[in-house]
């Protein structure tokens, strides 16, 4: 159980368009879901923390206008990065809470999603 | 923020040997866990302990906390080639409702057959 998805796994687009990205909850109601960027041989940065229904948190520095997050539903969040640049080229990856297991502190994370703006 | 700090930041066994990964943090923590990551892949969680737990043990796994130094480390023993992966530390902080894991930089470890 708790398992995870992200789509698409990886994705390379064109400087100036913009990339949605999918995390889903297979088996479990996340009501809480995270969003983290890794650069490579570097560690996890929280982007933003994403609760169900409501506005997205975001950390410090993090561009809520380039980085729009929705979740509409217990099993699905998306990111979309807004008019991609290179800079922005990453590894995405999402993770979720199991909202219906009480104070639950283990977070289930995605696959990833290696985004490539040329 | 970042505020965990693994070391080493690479580590390189022979098979069979064990492999002890440091993780120290600077806030007061809830808890803390073990993350692992194959290259390119998603994060794996290995163990949590808590901040009133000094041990725990999970099959080759060992954790350490001491929360009066702010450290802890993570013991895998009779290493194999499938561990080679990159090893985090992710620490919660106290706090009410706080869910946010807070990551280490990571030690990339090398089990060599």
């Known amino acids: 159980g708790a398992v995870v998805s992200q789509h698409p796994s990886w994705v390379i687009c064109k400087s100036g368009t913009s990339v949605k990205i999918e995390c889903r909850s297979l088996?479990?109601?996340?009501?809480?879901m995270f969003w983290y960027r890794q650069f490579p041989k570097q560690s996890l940065m929280l982007m933003a923390t994403?609760?169900?229904?409501?506005?997205?948190?975001?950390e410090q520095g993090v561009e809520k206008d380039k980085f729009l997050i929705n979740h509409a539903s217990l099993t699905l969040s998306t990111l979309t990065v807004t008019s991609a640049h290179p800079e922005d080229s990453s590894f995405y990856i999402c993770?979720?809470?199991?909202?219906?297991?009480?104070?639950?502190?283990?977070?289930?994370f995605g696959p990833g999603t290696r985004l490539l703006v040329l | 923020s970042q505020q965990g700090e693994e070391d080493p930041q690479a580590l390189s066994i022979q098979e069979g040997e064990n492999a002890t990964m440091n993780c120290s943090y600077k806030t007061s923590i809830n808890n803390l866990q073990w993350y692992r990551q194959n290259s390119g892949r998603g994060l794996v969680h290995l163990i949590l302990i808590r901040s009133n737990e000094r041990e725990k043990h999970s099959g080759r796994l060992r954790v350490t906390l001491d929360t009066s130094k702010k450290s802890s480390s993570l013991l895998i023993t009779a290493s194999r080639a499938a561990d080679t992966a990159s090893y985090f530390c992710?620490?919660?902080?106290?706090?009410?409702?706080?869910?946010?894991?807070?990551f280490g930089k990571g030690t990339k470890l090398s089990v060599i057959p």
């Open positions: 088996d479990f109601q996340a009501t809480t």
């Open positions: 992710a620490t919660t902080r106290s706090g009410a409702g706080s869910y946010q894991l807070t």
């Open positions: 993770s979720a809470r199991d909202g219906l297991a009480g104070y639950q502190e283990t977070q289930y």
């Open positions: 994403s609760n169900e229904g409501s506005k997205a948190t975001y």
